[in-house]
Each structure stands twice: as structure tokens, then as C-alpha cells.
């Protein structure tokens, strides 16, 4: 009897150790999964910001350039900049004050 007790008990404890096995294995993968997954979403976060400074960059540069380039009409071509200017305020005035 005592031989059936243990031997019954030996099993029970090789079944535990084996559920426990196999459950860590599963908490293990499931760790790596998550982390190979949280890096992947940095390595993408890191990318689409490189991407967003590469164009801030370049969006600067073309205001830059565009800033310049109606500054220097501005200086050489003054009495048509005030013209436009002019024109532009009388559009916007009856644009703004039309009667019904």
C-alpha cells in the first residue's frame, strides 16, 4: 500500500513539474514575443520620426527660400509690390464689406 501511495505521489509531482515546465516555457515565450514586438514598434516610432524631421527640414528650406526670393522682388521691384499690396487690401475690403 505504502509502494502504491508513493509511486502515485511520484506521478502527481512528475505531472506538476511537467504543467510547471511548460507553463514557464509559455510565460518565457510570450516575454520574448512581447518584447521582440515593443521592439519593432521602436525601431518604427524611430523611423517615422526621422521621417518627419527629414520633411520639417525640408519644409523649412522652401519657406526659407520662397521668403528670400519675395524679399529680393520686394527690394527690386518696389512700386509693383505696393501695387499689389494695394490691389490685394481692395479684394479683401470688398470681399469683406459686400452689401446684400
Known sequence: ???SKSTTQAKAHEAVDKAADTAH???DGAANTAEQSQERVEAMARQVSEQAHKIA???K?????VSSAVGEYAKENPI???GFAFLAG???ASLL???K
Open 1 to 3: 500500500m505504502a509502494t
Open 25 to 27: 516555457k509559455g510565460v
Open 57 to 59: 527640414e525640408s519644409a
Open 61 to 65: 528650406e522652401q519657406s526659407d527660400k
Open 80 to 82: 509693383k509690390t505696393v
Open 97 to 99: 464689406c459686400k452689401r
Open 90 to 92: 481692395a479684394v479683401a
